[in-house]
């Protein structure tokens, strides 16, 4: 058997697949978030291809962490996976609860798990460099820490929140493993600028690798009346129903990720394989390839329902109809059977709002 063979076995794939994507609407919304759409034109769901990326690394240890409205969803597009390592929350909870839930699972069926919980709405390039970072990620979760990955950014993000690394951390079998000196919340332009340039922050993607009880035992430290109500639940999980209206709604970030990282519990792995959470439009443009007619314009959906001349942006066809530009750049439309939106490039971040304008208005039809 193999370092890296050896070294992934007890790991399991932990995927929280929720959220509703509300900066991508119309095509993502709460009865059918991103994670459920192919939004790459692979052919496939962002949830589907996130379980394909990580099959070479647990094989078929995953837990996948979804809502009551999903769960059918999720097991039509995953018909190979097991009833009992499909995670259904009652109502959503946020992030650790989530992350935390499937750990106490974990921890009651193998002491010995490292888990690795990856969102089921990313998407990641050069699947190799990312199964080599993941690999040195378990080694240290293995010697104990908190390891999360580090993008290496590309571009001063305002849209991400960024760490910020400090000395070696001298763990074998992860050479790029670095103290976490702390997390940073999304900066501003000129800040991003700064991060940027200094060489030692990365995005936070939110990915962690930790050993499950290691993972129980740091929220035990700072809640410990979530740690008992998960470990209650995986003890018993009849009283799901009972107990997870009082579990505490909080991020996995500022539970344990944040004071673990003051107490110098936290490793990065710094990763530079390609990763985008498709946040927004503008992101998605870029995941897109250009039409080969129109040079800066990018389609999603039926090529021949779209018609466009002397404009740029993205275009997304799926109401059925043609949709036609002329002399607009930087354009988004997203046409649907039900709504469409037409803005700018420069617009994208604002579409969350009009999501909740709609909410204001009565017409959660629509959202």
Request: charged fraction near 25%; glycine fraction near 8%.
């Amino acid at each position: 058997m193999g370092e890296a063979e050896d070294a992934l076995q007890d790991f399991w794939a932990v995927i929280p697949a929720g959220g509703s994507g509300t900066r991508l609407w119309p095509l993502s919304r709460r009865s059918a978030p991103k994670f459920l759409q192919d939004l790459t034109g692979s052919g496939h769901s962002l949830l589907q291809d996130t379980v394909q990326r990580l099959k070479p690394l647990c094989h078929a240890r995953f837990l996948v962490v979804t809502g009551v409205r999903h769960a059918d969803a999720v097991r039509a597009q995953l018909p190979d996976l097991p009833d009992d390592q499909l995670l259904v929350e009652p109502t959503p909870r946020d992030s650790m609860p989530a992350i935390g839930l499937a750990a106490a699972v974990l921890e009651q069926r193998n002491p010995d798990a490292v888990l690795g919980s990856f969102a089921a709405d990313h998407v990641i390039g050069d699947p190799e460099g990312f199964r080599r970072t993941v690999v040195e990620a378990v080694h240290a979760a293995r010697a104990g820490a908190l390891v999360t990955l580090g993008i290496t950014p590309t571009y001063p993000a305002t849209g991400f929140g960024y760490i910020k690394v400090g000395d070696d951390w001298t763990v074998p079998g992860a050479p790029r493993a670095r103290r976490v000196e702390r997390f940073v919340e999304k900066p501003d332009r000129e800040r991003a600028e700064e991060y940027v340039a200094g060489q030692d922050y990365h995005w936070n993607a939110g990915i962690f690798v930790v050993r499950a009880d290691t993972l129980l035992g740091m929220l035990n430290d700072w809640h410990p009346d979530l740690a008992e109500d998960l470990r209650m639940i995986a003890r018993d999980p009849p009283r799901m129903a009972e107990i997870w209206p009082s579990v505490s709604k909080i991020a996995i970030d500022h539970a344990i990720a944040e004071p673990a990282a003051d107490a110098g519990r936290v490793a990065v792995i710094p990763a530079d394989f390609p990763w985008d959470d498709v946040g927004d439009f503008a992101s998605l443009a870029t995941l897109l390839d250009e039409s080969d007619d129109h040079p800066g314009m990018h389609i999603l959906g039926p090529r021949d329902q779209v018609v466009t001349k002397d404009s740029s942006g993205v275009v997304a066809a799926h109401g059925g109809r043609t949709v036609v530009t002329l002399g607009i750049h930087d354009l988004v439309v997203i046409d649907t059977v039900d709504a469409l939106l037409v803005t700018t490039r420069d617009r994208v971040q604002d579409v969350k709002g009009i999501v909740e304008t709609l909410q204001q208005i009565g017409r959660e039809d629509l959202t």
